[in-house]
């Protein structure tokens, strides 16, 4: 049997010694596949089975959202351009997006206010709440999926074969959302302001985004909506599900590579931030 690996604290930062600092947020990482693991499924478990409506919850706003918009385009109330889409069909596949991009962004705050009490009694790699959100997301987004294909098939929309590459940009929309999600989190546990200014935040951001229409040509909207970093993942995750024309690759890269960059970062301000944070909540 492998002895356990022993930790020593001392008050000198990790930050002086980068390489051991990564090699230990590596076998966090590692350590914690098994308890996020098991969390994933109690998690999973508890969303469906305390819900009347289960699995139903997945399909719900997004039908609502294209209904209530489709009827609002029919009336003229609203006028959202030609899209590549029919409508319907149009805006439920990019609310798929967004919800998953709002999962993403909310998840590791959620996760650890739900382990708060966890936190302050146990100690155990911190990672191992995130990676169970982020694999209940990608399970939520496997539901989805089904809508998506049954919308397919009801409006006769064709897909290229760059549908395959389609989960890249999702993935990468998924860790955009972590990403400003972890920067968040440590904070959002001290204040109950952080997540309530997200639930206002993000309602305002939907309507920033290309969800209920197509990105704006030219005029300062059209500018704010492609400054906006969920715009070209978003566009490419659709564009590859149906067109073989990428019109934001370039856009796409250069958020791809903030994030991943930005994830590195705010893993190690999330690994330095939570004992103190975790002192915070226990006193």
């Not at 002086?16 to 966090?28: C, Y």
């Not at 098994?34 to 997945?58: C, F, K, P, T």
């Not at 959202?80 to 590791?108: C, H, I, R």
């Not at 978003?234 to 564009?239: D, I």
């Amino acid at each position: 049997m492998k002895p356990p690996i022993e930790k020593i604290y001392t008050p000198e930062s990790s930050l002086k010694h980068p390489i051991k600092l990564f090699r230990q947020m590596w076998e966090d990482l590692l350590a914690s596949r098994e308890l996020a693991w098991r969390l994933m499924v109690r998690d999973i478990n508890s969303q469906y089975r305390q819900s009347l409506l289960g699995v139903s919850w997945a399909f719900l706003p997004p039908i609502i959202m294209a209904l209530g918009f489709t009827l609002a385009n029919q009336a003229s109330v609203i006028q959202v351009g030609k899209t590549d889409l029919p409508y319907p069909a149009y805006v439920m596949f990019s609310t798929v997006l967004w919800q998953t991009f709002v999962e993403s962004l909310n998840a590791p705050l959620q996760a650890l206010t739900q382990a708060k009490a966890l936190l302050a009694k146990v100690n155990f790699p911190r990672e191992a709440l995130v990676l169970a959100k982020l694999g209940e997301i990608i399970f939520n987004f496997g539901i989805k999926v089904i809508l998506i294909i049954g919308l397919f098939i009801c409006f006769q929309i064709s897909v290229n074969w760059t549908v395959i590459l389609a989960p890249i940009a999702i993935i990468h929309l998924i860790f955009l959302g972590l990403f400003l999600g972890i920067l968040l989190a440590p904070l959002g546990l001290l204040y109950l302001d952080v997540s309530r200014g997200l639930s206002l935040i993000t309602g305002f951001w939907l309507f920033m985004t290309p969800v209920v229409y197509p990105v704006p040509k030219s005029g300062l909207f059209s500018n704010l909506v492609k400054l906006n970093p969920v715009t070209p993942l978003l566009v490419t995750a659709r564009e590859l599900t149906t067109s073989t024309q990428l019109s934001q690759l370039t856009e796409f890269w250069l958020v791809s590579g903030l994030t991943f960059l930005g994830l590195i970062i705010t893993w190690i301000f999330f690994r330095l931030a939570m004992p103190f944070v975790i002192e915070r909540i226990s006193s």
